[in-house]
């Protein structure tokens, strides 16, 4: 696993062509080494804006805090 930092809100698209959120929490062990956990939400969205706004709105993310991959 690569030292670069997660970015915690990863929007994705499922095979129904659904827009999904996964909030990701790092934190890291005593060695350093950083402990990735996620959790998909159960929401679904028609388009990536809509779920930026969900984020937004319901776990205060701020802008460069998504990631696509």
Same mark, same amino acid.
């Given at each position: 696993?690569?030292?670069?930092? *997660?970015? =915690?809100? +990863?929007?994705?698209? @499922?095979?129904?062509?659904?827009?999904?959120?996964? *909030?990701?929490?790092?934190?890291?062990? &005593? !060695?350093?080494? =950083? +402990? *990735?956990?996620? /959790? +998909? !939400? @159960?929401?679904?969205? &028609? &388009? #990536?804006? #809509?779920?930026?706004?969900? #984020?937004?709105?319901?776990?205060? #993310? !701020? =802008?460069? /805090?998504? &990631?696509?991959?």
């Amino acid at each position: 696993m690569s030292r670069e930092t *997660v970015r =915690p809100f +990863l929007i994705s698209k @499922d095979e129904e062509g659904n827009f999904r959120l996964t *909030v990701r929490e790092t934190r890291y062990n &005593s !060695q350093g080494y =950083p +402990l *990735v956990t996620s /959790q +998909l !939400q @159960d929401e679904t969205f &028609s &388009s #990536a804006t #809509a779920v930026r706004n969900f #984020a937004r709105d319901t776990f205060n #993310a !701020q =802008p460069g /805090q998504y &990631s696509t991959r």
